[in-house]
């Protein structure tokens, strides 16, 4: 007999094993309620895909986790957590330090950072978490953002602290708070200096971004604005990165063909990442709250309900993708697009970048490690607020 379907999505079980557990609820409860905590998750593509697009009904504004929404307590001032027509401007603002030719700017960077890493790993047995994906993303973020060679570690600890939860936490704790406003007098300090002293990074641009707001009217960034969303890029820039890269690792460990298949033809990279992205996305999903009632495949939603939208389980859903717990690089993707990245108005500004950045990381291994197995026993996984994956990711190389 099947077991109580049970989505807790701070539990550990579902950190271990989240496809199983979407499976089911995809299935058996595409509109899936939890009684004890109030909340509703939505599984299927369509429903999530609608949702993500519909923000006049999904809000983001109440926060990104469940205490945080049921707090009442307005959340920071970031650019996940506005709705239209705020998330507009602000979006529009900071999308100048994105664009893609300011995205392409950062692949020197990413490449050297990447070679350094690898460099410095040993050629018969290196963990790709703890020695490469874990490091290359933080290092490149904060050069990007502007924060010098000399603190560069000291901010991505704090951010890293910060982000790590531990199983059933379902809000920030003390540490996590401590690390956060660490993290933020560093951030502020360094906009006030570049506001005197521009240079060429995220910062500056930011400090220069102006837009023309719905009256004509220019508009730009303040000091604490730009502080919250260095601190937020800081984040949503390295933990999906790591665990990307890690993602990709076990993956093609798994699927030898698919990794020969990349060692054949390298132009198959862009497809391959697309393709992790759809499999094994490390954002496991993301929170909104219902501003009315909506009736979602016949369950009636009522008004002011957390309601998790949960892309991982949407990108395996069988409509959309055929036989889709099967890791094929040569899939399709033009026929759906994968909402690893998010959809509709908070799409992953950092797209572009991530990207980019493990695209390069699977080059360099392809290299580094054309032969290579896992070692199992010794893996371990961690988990954050929304993200989860690997924290150690041991292999064998040859
Ligand atoms: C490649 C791995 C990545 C994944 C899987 C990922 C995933 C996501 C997802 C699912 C969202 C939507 C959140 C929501 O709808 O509530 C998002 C938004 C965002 N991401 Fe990413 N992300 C990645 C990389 C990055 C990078 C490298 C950066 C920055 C350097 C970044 C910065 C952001 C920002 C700023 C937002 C908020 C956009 C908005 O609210 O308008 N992400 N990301």
């Given amino acids: 007999m099947q077991s109580q379907l049970t989505f807790d999505p701070y539990s550990e079980e579902f950190f ?3 496809h199983e557990i979407y499976r089911r ?21 369509e429903d999530v895909a609608a949702a993500a697009r519909d923000f006049q009904t999904y809000s983001s504004a ?21 709705d239209p027509p705020e998330h507009g401007r602000m979006r529009g603002l900071v999308n100048k330090a994105f664009t893609p030719r300011a995205v392409e700017a950062q692949r020197a960077t990413v490449i050297e950072v990447v070679r350094r890493c690898l460099e410095s790993a040993d050629p018969r047995r290196f963990d790709v978490v703890q020695e490469f994906s874990a490091i290359f993303p933080g290092e490149v973020i904060t050069c990007m953002v502007g924060v010098p060679p000399a603190d560069r570690q000291q901010f991505r600890e ?23 406003l660490n993290a933020a007098a560093y951030c502020y300090n360094l906009v006030l200096e570049r506001r005197t002293q521009p240079q060429d990074d995220m910062i500056s641009t930011l400090i220069a971004a102006e837009i023309q707001n719905e009256h004509g009217e220019t508009t730009s960034l303040a000091d604490d604005e730009i502080t919250v969303f260095a601190m937020l890029v800081g984040g949503a820039g390295t933990e999906t990165v790591t ?10 460990a798994r ?7 990349l060692l054949d033809d390298r132009t198959k990279i862009p497809a391959a990442v697309e393709e992790v992205l759809r499999y094994d996305s490390p954002v496991l999903y993301t929170l ?28 395996r859903d069988p409509d959309v993708f055929p036989d889709p717990d099967v890791f094929d690089i040569d899939r399709d993707h033009r026929r759906a697009q994968q909402l690893a990245l998010g959809y509709g108005v908070h799409s992953c500004l950092g797209a572009a970048l991530g990207r980019m950045e493990t695209a390069i ?3 360099h291994l392809l290299d580094f490690m054309p032969r290579y197995e896992v070692i199992w026993d010794e893996c371990r996984r961690v988990n954050a607020s929304t993200v989860a994956g690997w924290g150690q990711l041991p292999v064998r190389v040859g």
């Fill in 243 to 252: 665990k990307l890269v890690a993602n990709a690792v076990a993956a093609f």
């Fill in 16 to 18: 271990a094993q989240p």
């Fill in 255 to 261: 699927h030898p063909d698919q990794w020969q298949k």
């Fill in 158 to 180: 704090w951010v890293q602290v910060a982000l790590s939860y531990q199983p059933g936490q379902t809000a920030p704790d003390e540490t996590t708070l401590t690390m956060l």
């Fill in 25 to 45: 609820m995809r299935a058996e409860a595409p509109v899936y309620y939890h009684e004890d905590l109030d909340f509703y998750a939505l599984t299927r593509y």
């Fill in 288 to 315: 909104r709250k219902t501003t009315r009632v909506v009736t979602v495949q016949g369950v009636t939603i009522p008004a002011g309900k957390p309601v998790f939208l949960c892309e991982v389980a949407a990108n």
């Fill in 62 to 82: 109440g926060g990104l986790d469940l205490a945080m929404m049921r707090s009442g307590e307005e959340p920071p001032k970031a650019i996940l957590y506005m």
């Fill in 361 to 363: 990381a699977l080059d």
